[in-house]
């Protein structure tokens, strides 16, 4: 089953993320009290759990939240889903918006981590309907 592994929020962009074990998401905005939040399309940031384990693998000792995720996610290649793909989770739908992003200077994260997967391994979607998410929550895309 595809699900939530980690719900991760900061009030700080750039920084890495704090894990809770809910969160409300708010339709055209992002997640609550977190700073990926706003009008605009970068609302949530996704990562594949995968991905950070083959990170930790190599021998980065990293928590979940490290790279500024919203979600850590089970069981789907994000970086494979194309643009406008619809995942669902409980009444939740979040539209992905862009796969990757191209970091402009040396984050807190890369300063401290020595790199970030999120340009290459990440995804970021709009909340297009919003509702709570808990930790263990199926993940669907539609």
Do not use: Y
């Given at each position: 089953m595809n699900k939530v592994?980690?719900?991760?929020?900061?009030e700080i962009k750039g920084t890495a993320k704090q894990c809770v074990n809910e969160i409300n998401a708010i339709k055209d905005f992002g997640f609550e009290n977190d700073a990926h939040a706003g009008k605009w399309h970068r609302q949530v940031s996704l990562l594949e759990l995968e991905k950070i384990e083959d990170f930790r693998a190599k021998g980065g000792k990293v928590e979940f939240?490290?790279?500024g995720e919203n979600l850590v996610i089970k069981g789907i290649e994000l970086s494979k889903l194309p643009i406008g793909q619809i995942i669902k989770i409980n009444d939740?739908?979040?539209e992905v918006t862009q796969i990757g992003k191209e970091c402009h200077t040396k984050c807190v994260i890369s300063q401290q981590v020595g790199f970030c997967?999120?340009?290459i391994n990440g995804i970021f979607a709009?909340?297009?309907s919003g509702g709570n998410i808990k930790v263990n929550d199926e993940?669907?895309?539609l």
């Amino acid at each position: 089953m595809n699900k939530v592994i980690a719900i991760c929020k900061s009030e700080i962009k750039g920084t890495a993320k704090q894990c809770v074990n809910e969160i409300n998401a708010i339709k055209d905005f992002g997640f609550e009290n977190d700073a990926h939040a706003g009008k605009w399309h970068r609302q949530v940031s996704l990562l594949e759990l995968e991905k950070i384990e083959d990170f930790r693998a190599k021998g980065g000792k990293v928590e979940f939240g490290a790279f500024g995720e919203n979600l850590v996610i089970k069981g789907i290649e994000l970086s494979k889903l194309p643009i406008g793909q619809i995942i669902k989770i409980n009444d939740v739908l979040l539209e992905v918006t862009q796969i990757g992003k191209e970091c402009h200077t040396k984050c807190v994260i890369s300063q401290q981590v020595g790199f970030c997967i999120m340009p290459i391994n990440g995804i970021f979607a709009k909340v297009i309907s919003g509702g709570n998410i808990k930790v263990n929550d199926e993940v669907i895309l539609l």
